[in-house]
């Protein structure tokens, strides 16, 4: 059972266009949000992260929209540039031992 | 400065043998990661120590035997290797058990034939 659900699994976007990553979770005991960015032959890397008391977070180009309701949370890519092409992986954890449960990731390109 | 290391960054081998790969980390973290990537790129946690304390350890097969010498080091040692194991192993670390960035090694691309 997949417990977090990450779509679109490859997405192409236009230099200068917004690139949506979306995710949806079960477990309602999730309460840490994070996604990761990965380049190949790389380790993942903390890009931002969310805690459910707000709905969105904004760092840089980057920002994470929230929905509790409807236990989803999504990813939004201003002004997307060749150099965040990479996997993206959103995640979940609740206060378990920091227990990161990774969706399924989604592969960006970003063409010039 | 490399903030999570891992050896060897290639591993290639035999089915049924056993073999270890290497992590330490120079971050002062309390808490540390194995991870498996397969080849459709799907990460899963595989263990978490905390303080040389084994704290999560998700159905992985005993074949797998996790060992943290110290906060700074956990090893991985895979016995009796088989091809399905044949993955890239993440090793991670994080400041402690609570909410905090995981900090990711470069992977050791294992390939059992």
Known sequence: ?????????????????????NCAYENTA?????????????????LIAI???????????FTISFNKSAKQFSLHIMDSQPGDSATYFCAASNNAGNMLTFGGGTRLMVKP | DTAVSQTPKYLVTQMGNDKSIKCEQNLGHDTMYWYKQDSKKFLKIMFSYNNKELIINET??????P?????????LHINSLELGDSAVYFCASSLNTAYNEQFFGPGTRLTVL
């Open chain 1, 1 to 21: 059972q997949q417990q977090v659900k990450q779509s679109p699994q490859s997405l192409i976007v236009q230099k200068g266009g917004i690139s949506i990553i």
């Open chain 1, 30 to 46: 999730f309460d840490y949000f994070p996604w990761y960015q990965q380049f190949p032959g790389k380790g993942p890397a903390l």
């Open chain 2, 60 to 65: 992985v097969p005993n074949r797998f035997s």
């Open chain 1, 51 to 61: 805690r459910p008391d707000v709905s969105e977070k904004k760092e840089g180009r």
């Open chain 2, 67 to 75: 060992k943290s010498p110290d906060k700074a080091h956990l090893n």
